[in-house]
């Protein structure tokens, strides 16, 4: 079920916006040249929230353990191998609506890679 999150007017591009779903954490993020994308708003690697962390435009750093995402697709650059979970997202009547039922299927997330465990 859609439920609306934020303004659709919070949204620019090279930009994330935190949001809340629920209790559920979500994550706008509007990469360089994409389109806005609704991510899980926690690490899959852990619980750390990756609103805190560091976006450039084109990736999203966590804070906790320097793991590194694609923003266009939530894909691990450092290390490989998982993913954040994608929500469906939609705009209308000015307001940004995600589906956090239909997760999309993330890669489990181990230990090791570039950051601390």
Known sequence: MFVPVCKQSYLYE???????????EILIVWADGGQPRAFDGICPHGTFPL???MFNGRTLVCPSHNWVFDARNGRGLSPTGCQIPEYAMKVEDGMVWVDTDASAVSA????????TD
């Open 14 to 24: 090279g930009e994330m916006v935190p949001c809340m779903a629920g209790t559920k």
């Open 51 to 53: 609103s805190k962390g």
């Open 108 to 115: 489990p997330c181990g230990t090791g890679g570039s950051g």
